[in-house]
């Protein structure tokens, strides 16, 4: 089978992803990460947690700089501790915590500061696919970035682009690899690990549990500096996709 664009190859992987990954429940495209935009992203979802993060009413946290300070707010420890933690200067990183305290984000604890109760990862695993119709070394490269914040990160290609190079690659790595021609078939399992960058893994969630609310708006962009708070938005702007089953 012929794939005229990459956006047939996605497609065409798309619809028959539930038999390769029958624990996920919904597939999402374009997923923004900061990393790059990521081809498709399938979530295994929670649903008392993402009951407890829809009913919050929190905004939808959306800034790298508020992603990283609400992941160091979970380890404790005084404010030298937090922002060397998140990685920020002592004067963004206070105007974060006004912010993120005004907008509900974070609440005052006997020794510092906690994320919200409602602001929690609906999903129980995240998988990250990148498609791409030839250049293989790329895919994977923009596919081993999706592992800061997924549990199991792959490469899709059209089948007779696999040669035993490429097979062999893949299974020397943690990326997986997919085959696509009549049928989509795994023919690298990927390695499946934690998130290795936690407030990235927010930054995903946050974008994945906003599109239920707006379906039909457009592709989000995160903001690209990790010390400033521009604004948590209401939602993202992202196009939704179909749920898996």
């Not at 006997?110 to 129980?124: E, K, M, S, T």
Request: hydrophobic letters at 40%; charged letters at 20%.
């Amino acid at each position: 089978m012929r794939f005229k664009s990459e956006a047939a190859l996605v497609q065409h992987v798309t619809e028959q992803l539930g038999a390769l990954f029958p624990r996920a429940d919904r597939v999402e495209g374009e997923v923004p990460s900061h990393l790059g935009i990521a081809d498709l992203v399938l979530a295994r979802t929670h649903a008392c947690r993402l009951a407890r993060r829809s009913s919050s009413r929190l905004n939808a946290v959306l800034s790298p700089g508020a992603a990283q300070l609400l992941s160091a707010c979970g380890q404790g420890g005084d404010e030298v501790t937090l922002f060397a933690a998140a990685g920020l200067e002592r004067s963004s990183g206070r105007r974060l915590i006004r912010a993120l305290a005004g907008s509900g984000h974070l609440l005052a604890a006997v020794h510092g500061w906690r994320p919200a109760p409602g602001l929690v990862d609906p999903y129980d695993e995240l998988v990250a696919i990148e498609a791409k119709l030839e250049d293989w070394r790329r895919a994977e490269a923009q596919a081993a970035r999706y592992r800061t914040y997924a549990d199991a990160s792959y490469v899709v290609l059209p089948v007779e682009r696999i040669t035993p190079t490429v097979r062999e690659f893949f299974a020397r790595g943690p990326v997986g690899l997919l085959g696509a021609g009549d049928h989509v078939e795994m023919v690298v399992q990927a390695r499946v690990s934690s998130p290795l960058e936690p407030w990235r893994r927010l930054l995903v969630a946050e974008v994945l549990t906003a599109r239920l609310s707006n379906p039909g708006t457009h592709r989000a962009t995160l903001g690209t500096s990790a010390s400033r708070y521009p604004r948590s938005g209401q939602v993202p702007s992202v196009q939704a996709q179909p749920s898996l089953g």
